[in-house]
């Protein structure tokens, strides 16, 4: 039998953010980051990684001044001991 276990994918709309990193400090499990070069207005961006260590908590959704940011939970199987 597997049990299921909780993941999330983050998804950033880069229109909206306004690179404060707010999201970045609030991320317990070093999920995001920002882009290391800045967008046409300037601005170093918040990026998601790709999910691995996402436990889908929502801090960064919760911290957000922008509304940028949505979190999604995504369901994997885990093997069974």
Sequence with gaps: MSARRAKGR???????CKGCGLCVAACTQQELRLERKPDRRGIRTARAGDGERCTACGACYVI???TAITVAVVRERE???
């Design 79 to 81: 093997k069974a001991s």
């Design 64 to 66: 957000c001044p922008d």
């Design 10 to 16: 983050v998804h950033i709309d880069a229109a909206r």
